[in-house]
């Protein structure tokens, strides 16, 4: 036995780092997971008051007063007979709309109240509607083609089995041999040679190949039997640029390779100009996964009157939160039974950590945001070339918390600016010192190389080492290799492949 002190970690504790963790549309998952599973846990629409409970709708007394209270479409539908029954139809027209727009039920032979009906849609039906439907893969896509291709029944099943090994850059890098291995039905390498040539017929040009050169070379036959599409192309040339030289044209060695094809440069650029629409990746054309949409945490503007940039937290779910009045007095009533007085406290406890974890989430990004802001008034004044070092450690000691929640809480933030949507992790950089001892952060010295590289002879390029003496005249001491993963990080081509002929 032993007597010891130990930091633990409450539930509560556990659940505020998970919220203040998650990004903007997880956050509203996870609500929306605790709204189905917590009864007490309610969402409202407007600027309502939390606190005092919804009114239920009045009983009935009897069947005039029932009827006074129903609009015109929730009258029973009476056919007159002394008419042209216009009217009823109208009004059955109406009930269709009312019954399209809105999620009705009814209780016995009571009526809903019309005042639960407000026009509106309903906001999940619409979600749900509105939302985009999976996109064709390009298996399913491949498929689609080949129930259409004439062959024997041996080569169909044996290119069923090649697009399954079709991966998603269109390419297939299984050998025939192994994939015959693997076949359990019995089909001969003959088969599969044929299904591989009717499979690279299909849309998109370029499927199916074992390599780059073949998939070009496949791209380039489609261009070819298209009149349209073949004029200006010069295909002897570009079948011998990919045939031969495409490490060549990678190294940019035009040189070299005029003088092996005994063809002026002019000509070999044209017909690089004509192979850049090639796409080394067909497969990415069907099925290609949609970029993840970004949803700003807050909003940065500035105020003219104070000239003070201010922040505006978007979609705070917080106000909109809150634990439903009916609940909360069945909680008070004592006459209710033990087993509900304690599932209602249970669910009530859950709720109201949710609600304040996530208001301490709010809470704590809007400070961290203010911070990163006054640190970085610069970058929103002037751009990213006058981006500050601002470590995590600096913002946690400003604010008084540690530097992991710091981490947490610009975990998958971004924030919409005066300079475009920047996620909040950007802020946060080391750097270095230029000749005047100011500050910048790498993100800013990468700025600064860029800017260098731009404004280069494209006939004469600028070597690292040049690139280095710039920066050095700017203020900025940099090593050859520092520039160079720097230029490696930014997708910048080396000098000689940059150069222009």
């Keep these: 036995m032993r007597q010891e ?37 309610e969402l409202r629409d407007g600027n309502g008051d939390a606190n005092s409970p919804e009114p239920a709708p009045a009983p009935d007394e009897d069947a005039a007063h029932h009827k006074d209270q129903f609009s015109e479409e929730e009258q029973a539908l009476v056919v007159k007979e002394n008419s042209d029954q216009s009217e009823d139809f109208d009004r059955l027209s109406k009930l269709s709309e009312y019954l399209e727009n809105e999620e009705f039920a009814t209780n016995g032979s009571h009526f809903r109240h019309p005042s639960s009906y407000d026009g509106e849609r309903d906001k999940k039906m619409d979600a749900m509607n509105n939302t985009a439907a999976r996109g064709q893969t390009l298996v399913e896509h491949l498929l689609d083609q080949w129930a259409f291709v004439e062959c024997s029944t041996s080569v169909r099943k044996a290119g069923q089995t090649l697009i399954n090994y079709v991966d998603a850059e269109g390419y297939l890098r299984v050998k025939l041999e192994d994939i015959q291995k693997e076949s359990q039905t019995p089909l001969t390498p003959a088969d599969f040679q044929e299904a591989l040539r009717l499979l690279q017929t299909l849309e998109p040009p370029g499927i199916g190949a074992r390599d780059l050169q073949e998939c070009l070379l496949l791209q380039l036959a489609a261009i070819e039997e298209d009149a349209e599409l073949a004029t200006g192309h010069d295909f002897v040339l570009e079948r011998a640029l990919i045939t031969d030289h495409l490490k060549d044209l990678e190294m940019n060695r035009y040189p070299q390779i005029s003088r092996k094809l005994a063809r002026p440069i002019e000509e070999i650029q044209r017909a690089v100009r004509h192979l850049a629409r090639l796409t080394p990746f067909p497969g990415k054309l069907i099925g290609g996964e949609d970029a993840p949409p970004i949803t700003p945490d807050a909003l940065i503007y500035l105020d003219p009157e104070t000239n003070r940039y201010e922040i505006e937290m978007t979609h705070d779910p917080a106000p909109n939160l809150y634990i439903s009045g009916m609940y909360r007095k069945m909680l008070k009533d004592r006459t209710q039974d033990k087993k509900t007085r304690e599932f209602l406290s249970n669910n009530v406890r859950s709720a109201r950590w949710l609600i304040e974890s996530i208001e301490q989430r709010r809470g704590t990004i809007l400070r961290v945001i203010r911070a990163v802001v006054d640190a970085q008034r610069e970058f929103f004044d002037k751009g990213a070339e006058f981006l500050r070092p601002l470590p995590m450690i600096q913002v946690a000691d400003q604010l008084g918390i540690h530097v ?61 080492d040049e690139i280095v003496d710039q920066l050095k005249a700017q203020g900025i001491v940099l090593a050859r290799r520092t520039v160079a993963k720097y230029r490696k990080i930014l997708h910048i081509a080396t000098a000689r492949q940059r150069r222009k002929f």
Excluded: C
């Design 5 to 41: 002190m130990r930091q633990l970690l409450t539930p509560r504790m556990i659940q505020s780092m998970e919220i203040l963790q998650l990004p903007l549309m997880a956050l509203e998952e996870r609500i929306e997971e605790e709204l189905q599973s917590n009864p007490v846990l």
């Design 404 to 464: 992991a929640t710091v981490s947490r809480a610009v975990s998958e933030k971004w924030i919409q600016t005066p300079r475009g949507v920047f996620p909040l992790r950007r802020f946060f950089s080391g750097g270095t010192t230029d000749a005047d001892g100011q500050d910048m952060s790498w993100d800013a010295v990468k700025e600064k190389l860029k800017m260098i590289i731009g404004n280069e002879d494209p006939l004469s390029p600028l070597s690292d």
